[in-house]
């Protein structure tokens, strides 16, 4: 067997290039052509400068069309981002600001409930309306509109979706932080 260190001075030697996928659009042929140009342009600097003389990755093209996406293919990521802005920011801001006003929060402080439950509690609710409410605009989506979604990337979905909901549920419990009280008239 090759040692590791004699694997690593041979490949030093002779380093195989990495490949770099570009995708352009077969129809913009003349934006194509330039960002390909620039991109090549780029990657011999880098290689010039990391190994010398042989390129550490080269360019290649790949085409894609973007002719079979439809306006729903478009609107529905849409559609779920503004849900998951409106449950974090206007589903959370205002009803804890409305709880604070009420002085509910404060009764709750003497109950056995920890602060740290709540705050859990309240997150855990917001977090499984966000998924709820997910899978129905998905699901109609597909039901209705014939919207095409891949079960391979059913996981990253569900990932992205739980931290675009945390990230919304965090800036509004921010934002009830800051409540303004209404503005004073002149």
């Known amino acids: 067997g090759m ?3 004699s694997y690593f001075a041979q490949s030093a030697q002779s380093p195989e290039p990495v490949p770099l996928h570009v995708y352009t659009d077969p ?3 003349v934006t194509s052509q330039v ?3 620039v991109i090549d342009r780029v990657i011999a600097g880098m290689s010039q400068g990391v190994t010398g003389t042989v390129p550490a990755l080269v360019v290649e093209s790949r085409s ?3 002719d ?3 306006y729903i293919d478009y609107l529905l990521p849409g559609v779920l981002a503004l849900n998951l802005l409106q449950l974090g920011l206007y589903g959370t801001a205002e009803p804890l600001v409305g709880l604070r006003e009420k002085a ?3 009764r709750m402080g003497a109950t056995p409930l920890t602060k740290t439950m709540l705050l859990a509690s309240q997150v855990l609710f917001r977090m499984i309306i966000a998924m709820l409410t997910t899978l129905l605009i998905i699901a109609v989506g597909v039901l209705v509109f014939d919207v095409a979604v891949e079960v391979r990337n059913l996981f990253a979905i569900t990932a992205v979706i739980m931290l675009g909901a945390a990230l ?3 800036m509004g419990y921010v934002l009830s932080l800051i409540h ?3 503005p004073t008239r002149l």
């Open 64 to 66: 894609v069309t973007s």
């Open 168 to 170: 919304f549920i965090t």
């Open 180 to 182: 303004i009280s209404e």
């Open 27 to 29: 129809a913009d042929q």
């Open 35 to 37: 960002v390909l140009s």
């Open 104 to 106: 509910v929060l404060r």
């Open 68 to 70: 079979d996406f439809r």
């Open 3 to 5: 040692g590791l260190a």
